[in-house]
């Protein structure tokens, strides 16, 4: 089984829709709970095993209280997939509030700290588990405007590393997943996809940004027997944007 | 099935991790050609994928060599009549060397199996996948390519530059719907370390990796299936190490 945060956005509802149709039963955790409870109906009506709900993955008491839950109701947990995540500003270092920048850093990297920590111990009673965090290629090669969350998700990779040696012992692997550019709802309600043809498109050696079913089957790869020698990995999926 | 009825040339296929990947791939439904400079060996992984019910061929080739790559992909061609997947995992590693110590020849040798290989087979290739507008070319690099080893200065050059090969392709064929990537393995369990090691030797290297697993050549023939396959589309210009932990760049 897999738990999925920021199962009810783009990448996350893909890769939630992928792991159901190869047999997976994923539970649906969103910050929106409607939007998680949609992407599980979509899945239960193709025949998949879902559940949605509400989650802040801020809030350590929330993920705590779900993590147990979760392992009560399916006696394990199999697979972490930590998509939640994102920013919401685009905006110099100067007009950065504290408060904003903590808002940016939590609910990344914070958020898959917390999620991590609760999980963890799970897999490793069990000697098995994948945990799949997300960063993005802002994390590797910065990105103007957006200075806490391109700190954020270099802070997620170097903290899977991290987590990946501390786990391996016991077969519990950590990888990380790296998006590019990619066609969400969430992105596409602030910009057309014209605009994104022209910003992005001339840039992308495979010539169009991604949808998030490009993303989903990475992270489905991340849970299968052909992953099972990798850990502390970061992948990257961006249509050759970014080469590092 | 995730690669039925494509057709995949596997360098080096004969032994190791070129065996895996043949097999691998034959196993998902590709047609394919086993290449290898030890043509009997390459013969004996056709015949074995013969027996799984794939198509299957076997070609002698020199890759370090211009007309014998021409020779390798015209027989590619008059046998299943395109290309879509190149795997290119021939290569060596010895001999073991200072720099101080290096022989010219031996540095010339390494980096023209190893490199020249990539620019042979890949330019006899992209042609075809390019007319087609698909075609996906993987390369066996080396995590020794991002961290370097004593004493195999000419192996960790000649794997760096295959890393680098792979990123300028995929930016010239990217726009005709190929996609290229590399593969960084760490110390496998195949006949390479054992050429300059005991075997308690590689044994202990190859237990001493955080995870508690030993490196296969099938979990390096995995994620070069996955890249083969239509679920990596959109990944194109990387080079992913695969090596239980060993190293994570």
């Known amino acids: 089984m897999a738990l999925i945060t920021g199962g009810g956005g783009g990448i ?9 149709a190869a047999g997976i039963a994923v539970v649906i955790a969103d910050y929106d709970g409607a939007a998680a409870e949609e992407v599980k109906k979509q899945i239960v009506a193709t025949g998949g095993k879902a559940d949605a709900l509400a989650l802040d993955v801020t809030a350590s008491r929330e993920v705590k209280a779900v993590v147990t839950d979760v392992e ?4 394990r947990i199999d697979i972490l997939a930590n998509i939640a995540g994102g920013s919401a500003y685009t905006k110099r270092i100067e007009e950065f509030t504290w408060a904003q920048w903590q808002e940016v850093v939590n609910a ?15 897999m ?21 405007l957006r200075t806490p969350y391109a700190a954020a998700k270099a802070g997620i990779i170097t903290f899977t590393k991290s987590l990946a040696l501390e786990l391996a012992p016991d077969n519990v692997l950590a990888n990380t997943v790296a998006p590019g550019p990619t066609d969400t709802p969430r992105v ?23 949808v998030p079913a490009d993303l989903a089957e990475m992270y489905y790869f991340l849970t299968t027997p052909e992953s099972a020698a990798i850990t502390g990995q970061t992948f990257h999926v961006n249509g050759g944007l970014v080469m590092p | 099935m995730r690669l039925k009825d494509k057709v995949a040339v ?11 990947v043949a097999l691998g791939m034959g196993r998902e439904g590709a047609k394919v050609v086993v290449a290898d400079l030890q043509a009997e060996k390459a013969q004996s992984v056709a015949n074995e994928l013969q027996a799984l019910g794939a198509e299957a061929s076997a070609v002698g080739v020199n890759v370090a060599n211009e007309s014998s790559v021409k020779r390798m992909a015209e027989s590619t061609f008059d046998r299943f009549g395109r290309i879509d997947i190149l795997v290119n995992v021939a290569g060596i590693y010895f001999p073991k060397a200072s720099v101080v110590d290096l022989s010219e020849e031996d540095w010339d040798r ?17 042609p075809s996948m390019r007319a087609q507008k698909s075609g996906r070319i993987i390369s066996l690099a080396s995590g020794i390519g991002h961290y370097g080893m004593r004493q195999f200065s000419h192996y960790a050059a000649s794997k760096a530059a295959v890393m680098g090969f792979v990123k300028a392709l995929a930016r010239e064929v990217g726009p005709d719907g190929i996609t290229v990537n590399a593969i960084c393995p ?23 990796t955080p995870l508690p697993r030993v490196l296969e050549p099938e979990d390096i023939a995995g994620p070069i299936l996955f890249l083969a396959s239509d679920a990596a589309a959109y990944i194109t210009g990387q080079s992913y190490d695969i090596n239980c932990g060993s190293y994570m760049f």
């Open chain 1, 188 to 210: 596409m309600e602030k910009e057309s996809a014209e605009a994104r043809r022209q910003r992005w498109w001339p840039n992308i050696p495979l010539g169009r940004t991604a």
């Open chain 2, 10 to 20: 596997v360098t080096g296929g004969a032994q190791g991790i070129g065996q895996a």
């Open chain 1, 12 to 20: 996350g509802g893909a890769a939630a829709a992928r792991m159901a």
């Open chain 2, 110 to 126: 390494t980096i023209d199996i190893n490199v020249g290989s990539n620019f042979f087979c890949c330019r006899e290739f992209v």
């Open chain 1, 108 to 122: 990344n990297l914070k958020g898959t700290f917390l999620m991590c920590r609760e999980v963890a111990p799970i």
């Open chain 1, 72 to 75: 009560k109701r399916f006696g």
């Open chain 2, 186 to 208: 760490g110390s496998a369990n195949t006949s390479m370390p054992r050429q300059h090691r005991s075997e308690e030797e590689v044994m202990a290297r190859l237990r001493s």
């Open chain 1, 124 to 144: 490793q009673r069990q000697k098995s588990g994948r945990i799949i965090n997300t960063a993005s290629n802002y994390g590797v090669t910065g990105s103007a």
